[in-house]
């Protein structure tokens, strides 16, 4: 179930040393570097936990630490972000039982503890948008703090092998994974930046003049950030759709197929079903087909490939049906995936009866949209608006990237749904507007920032901008 | 439903509909030398096509314009069809009765030089068989995908778009 071969990625090289966990006390080979689930998964367990009321089996879902689906008890600790949690040796790993139990010899850690880290910019989320707000926040003279929950940099680019379109200028031709390394070696070699993995962005406060940012590092150490300015660059979180049997284990988002194939290595399954014919669901299953994995069928419930062409020709052309107008009616098996029921549906989005079809899969793959990561935004207090054009609730915000709350800023995801060559350019707006906001950067740097605006424009020009442009008239203030 | 575009109800496009997006290149052009066919009918945000051409060949009034390569300046580089991060651009030329069709091949194995392939049109359905004649390997390829040309009867020329490398 771990690749081996692949035409873009190299795992041989990339894996770590080999040890040993253990789930329900049985023992899982495991590769220093990769997350809990991902072991559990290569060895072929699907099943995380039973739900506590009808005792449903549940699995993987985001890969990326954004739901709970993943939660597991390890070492004794219970409630643990499998997902994003790194295997280390003779690791003990058990499924949850109903309401799990803190043992009575782990103390939670105490507030007077806390480590207290102090720099002039919090970043929250090391993505695309966090990364160049970093690069261009110290480059202005700032000094960074950067911090992401998972245990690398790079966000989603991490699991992007497909090349990036845009100018050249911006890593257009240039594979997500080649940006992801770029951009991570841009920000390790600025010294008056410092980075904290693992580290995940509980609470957002105002303290007088200062912004708080309480986290938690490795599930377990209470840190405190403090700076004169935030910028939050949490990404975004995958949607889910309404239907019969949509908690299996197999039914993942897109994402979190990427993150296991991609990122590291293991095989997702067999056979696949894909939802959704955006750019995620059509680049999806060339990286499945690239990984040696069957896609049997993309459905879309529009009448229209909702994706660039170019994408769906890709798939196409290496036999791939699309159907549109059609949907997911029921995932089937008893603890896993093991049948997609999908049907055509009517101009009023009704299933029309007789049209069924079943696909033998043991994955779907949900890719129908993703909704913006704001929870530290709207605890902070952030005005906050509805706006379907961006992929659901955002904060208002200025051309500068700035909140309805001084010396907070956004980029990328979380300021609405786009892609990640947006996200870039909205990192280095933000960044460099929170520089000149706290005095630490010259007025030259609002040079920097006019050019991303100009470049933002045209990026959104075409029809495909239509729509983000729209939600962007609803959200931008000035 | 009509103003939907076939092509993005299906997700792939006809040779007719390609005819209506671009010119494509007439016989004799075709056989002087390779020629570079954008199959990108949609307005997106991209450039590297545009940027790479060393003779200027690829035109696009702006990044979200349809690229149409100038036949007359293109001189068969293939640099384009490297680049392409949609794998969009193919390359054609005429040689005696074959065809020659370059294609970017992101998939394991790589071909051979001189092997025989199943050639796959833009649905996937296999329609022939074809040789490989050059490979350039992901390292030399500017756009870190590997390109291979393919001869296969002259008739394919404007259907086969990808090849499954079959190997005991």
């Known amino acids: 179930m771990r690749l081996t071969e692949h035409p873009v990625l190299d795992f041989q090289k990339k894996r770590g040393r080999k040890i040993t966990i253990y789930f329900e006390g049985q023992p899982v080979e495991a590769y220093e570097g990769e997350t809990i689930v991902m072991a559990l998964h290569a060895a072929g367990i699907r099943v995380l936990g039973y739900s506590v009321h009808k005792h449903r089996p549940r699995g993987l879902f985001c890969a990326i630490g954004k739901c709970s689906s993943c939660l597991m008890t390890v070492n004794g600790i219970p409630n643990v972000r499998t997902c994003i949690t790194l295997v280390e040796e003779g690791m003990d790993i058990r499924m949850q039982q109903e309401k799990p139990i803190l043992p009575k010899n782990a103390k939670p850690p105490e507030w007077r503890e806390a480590e207290k880290v102090s720099g002039d910019i919090v970043i929250i989320g090391g993505g695309p948008a966090g990364l160049m707000a970093a690069i261009n926040a ?38 997500g994974i080649k940006i992801a390394e770029i951009l991570e070696e841009e920000v390790r070699k600025r010294e008056n930046i410092e980075i904290f993995l693992e580290t995940s962005a509980i609470m957002l406060l105002q303290d007088g003049d200062e912004k708080l940012v309480v986290g938690v590092r490795k599930n377990k150490e209470l840190v405190e950030f403090r700076g004169k300015a935030v910028i939050v660059a949490t990404g975004a979180m995958e949607k889910m759709i309404p239907f019969e049997g949509n908690d299996l284990p197999g039914v993942y988002g897109a994402g979190a197929i990427q993150t296991l194939m991609n990122t590291y290595g293991v095989k997702p399954g067999d056979r696949v079903l894909i939802v959704g014919a955006g750019n ?8 499945l087909i690239q990984a040696g994995v069957e896609v049997r069928a993309i459905v879309e419930a529009m009448p229209k490939i909702g994706g660039y062409f170019v994408h769906a020709a890709k798939v196409r052309r290496l036999g791939v049906p699309i159907l549109t107008r059609h949907t997911i009616l029921r995932a089937e098996g008893k603890e896993k995936v093991e049948r997609a029921v999908v049907a055509q549906i009517d101009e009023r989005w009704r299933p029309i009866p007789g049209t069924e079809k079943v696909f033998d899969v043991d994955v779907i793959a949900l890719a129908v949209g993703l909704r913006p990561s704001i929870e530290l935004l709207h605890q902070v207090g952030c005005q906050i608006k509805y706006v379907p054009e961006l992929g659901g609730h955002v904060v208002i915000r200025d051309s500068r990237m700035e909140t309805t709350i001084r010396g907070i800023f956004v980029a990328g995801d979380s300021a609405g749904i786009e892609e990640a060559t947006t996200a870039m350019l909205e990192g280095k707006i933000a960044g460099i507007a929170a520089a000149l906001e706290i005095s630490s950067a010259s007025p030259e740097w609002l040079k920097e920032i006019e050019k991303a605006q100009k470049e933002l424009d045209e990026f959104r020009a075409g029809p495909f901008g239509r729509k983000v442009l729209e939600g962007i008239k609803k959200v931008v203030v000035e | 439903m009509s103003e939907i575009p076939h092509y993005l109800r299906e997700g792939f496009i006809t040779v007719e509909e390609l005819r209506q997006v671009i010119e494509l290149p007439s016989e004799e052009r075709l056989r002087r030398r390779p ?81 025989e392939v199943v050639l ?18 992901r390292e030399k390829s500017k756009g870190d995908t590997p390109i291979i040309t393919v001869e296969m009867p002259i008739e394919l020329a404007w259907d086969v778009r990808a090849v499954r490398v079959v190997r005991e």
């Open chain 1, 138 to 175: 110290a480059d202005a003279g700032a000094k960074v703090i950067l911090l992401d929950e998972n245990p690398m940099l790079g966000g989603q680019l991490v699991k992007q092998t497909h090349k990036f379109f845009g100018k050249r200028e911006q890593f257009a031709g240039v594979r």
């Open chain 2, 120 to 137: 796959l049109n833009r649905v996937g359905e296999e329609v022939g068989k074809g040789k490989v004649i050059t490979v350039v390997p």
């Open chain 2, 35 to 115: 020629v570079a066919i954008p199959e990108c009918p949609q307005e997106i945000p991209c450039t590297p096509c545009k940027e790479i051409c060393p003779t200027n060949a690829v035109l696009m009034e702006n990044p979200n314009a349809i690229p149409i390569v100038d036949y007359e300046k293109c001189i068969g580089c293939s640099l384009c069809v490297q680049i392409c991060p949609g794998l969009a651009f193919f390359m054609v030329h005429y040689v005696g009765d074959k065809a020659r069709v370059t294609m970017p091949h992101e998939l394991l194995p790589v071909p051979k030089v001189g092997e």
């Open chain 1, 280 to 287: 995620v669901g059509l680049i999806l299953a060339y990286q």
